[in-house]
């Protein structure tokens, strides 16, 4: 357990910041080289083990278990460490490449912005790091490196890029893989968080009844969810949830799911609401722990929606595509593997405490 709390710390201290740089021995300071003599640091491989090591401890059959003596979609824990860690050191030069190709720089805020957090994350982690020969300078070096990539693939796919995506394909990519929803969510749980008993079943049934009832009858459905707040705090006792300025807002209790956003929501769910295109339409939805009564809705109601999350929808559009690109670029860039190095750096060398 003790691992996993501090494996925790080193994902949460720099989400989406890699690390580099250590000074472990004389013919083992760098992991590889490229282009014009330039080099990665070995911290920088370091830490993309660490960050390896932390996600793949969530996919062994066993996490209680030793994940060294495990496995991952059939490849030993210690080969896929290895083999994520190496990725992750392509996707850097293949950034950093790109980068100085066409021409792009960081200005002197988004500089200041991806290091703002390498202070704090030294704070919390130092001591690790130290121990893994992880250099507070290589974490700013990666911090610097992860801004470069967000920065390259808007210079790849953004407005003017070399491969900008049209506001027609990206409305078409909305319009496909998205779909808006309100719903009404009915716990089969008490107040105190205990299982209803079969009486208090057969009442959410009446009231998922009553309420699929009023949706069918035409009730406007932002009505319906604020009627199901008051008499909630109505039968607590507890001042009912506020929709002060929103009372005539028919979007606003919307949600917006993709078909992969099962993060979020019930697979099952997402299943039932992209089960059909219709509009509207009053549809009961049950797991374990509720029932919800839900409708889908026209996509475009609020065109803000889509306009405000253009850089969501890109980055989802095309950002298995910008990973295998740079990952393809890497293998033509020339880069040489410090054979000491890697032979050095194994995945059972990491140390967490």
């Known amino acids: 357990m003790r691992k996993r709390k501090i494996l925790a710390l080193l994902a949460s201290a720099l989400t989406l ?48 278990e030793d994940p060294m003596k495990q496995s991952i979609d059939g490849v030993s ?5 290895t083999q994520k860690a190496q990725e992750a050191v392509k996707r850097q030069i293949a950034t950093e490449l790109e980068f100085q190709r066409l021409g792009l720089s960081l200005t002197e805020e988004e500089t200041d912005a991806a290091l703002s957090g390498v202070n704090s994350a030294w704070e919390a982690n130092g001591a690790v790091y130290e121990k893994n020969g992880i250099s507070k300078s290589s974490i700013e070096l990666v911090a610097l490196s992860s801004a470069k990539y967000s920065k390259l693939f808007y210079a790849y796919y953004g407005e003017g890029g070399e491969k900008e995506v049209s506001e027609d394909e990206l409305l078409d990519y909305y319009q496909t893989n998205y779909k808006r929803v309100a719903q009404i969510i009915f716990p089969k749980t008490n107040s105190d968080g205990s299982a209803l008993d079969e009486a208090g079943l057969e009442q959410l049934d009446e009231r998922v009844g009553r309420y699929m009832e ?47 956003s099962s993060g979020y929501y019930p697979q099952a769910f997402l299943d039932a609401v992209f089960a059909s295109d219709e509009l509207n339409v009053p549809a009961v939805y049950e797991s374990s722990g509720y029932k919800a009564v839900f409708i889908r809705k026209d996509l475009m109601a609020d065109p803000d929606d889509f306009t405000n999350g253009k850089e969501t929808l890109l980055s989802n559009l095309k950002s298995a595509e910008y990973e295998s690109e740079l990952l393809s670029a890497a293998d033509q860039d020339g880069i040489v593997w410090n054979d000491a190095a890697v032979k050095r750096y194994q995945p059972k060398n990491l140390k967490f405490r």
């Open 77 to 81: 824990f210690s080969d896929w460490v």
């Open 17 to 64: 910041v890699s690390l580099g740089g250590c000074e472990l021995g004389k013919n083992t300071t760098t992991i590889a080289s490229y282009g014009d003599g330039q080099t990665v640091p070995a911290g920088v491989y370091l830490y993309y083990q660490i960050t390896a090591y932390e996600s793949g401890f969530y996919q062994v059959s066993d996490p209680q």
């Open 214 to 260: 009023l949706a069918e009858s035409g009730e406007p459905f932002h009505k319906l969810i604020q009627m199901k707040d008051e008499e909630d705090a109505a039968a607590s006792g507890e001042e009912p949830v506020s929709h002060e300025g929103h009372e005539d807002d028919e979007n606003y209790h919307d949600i917006i799911v993709s078909k992969d």
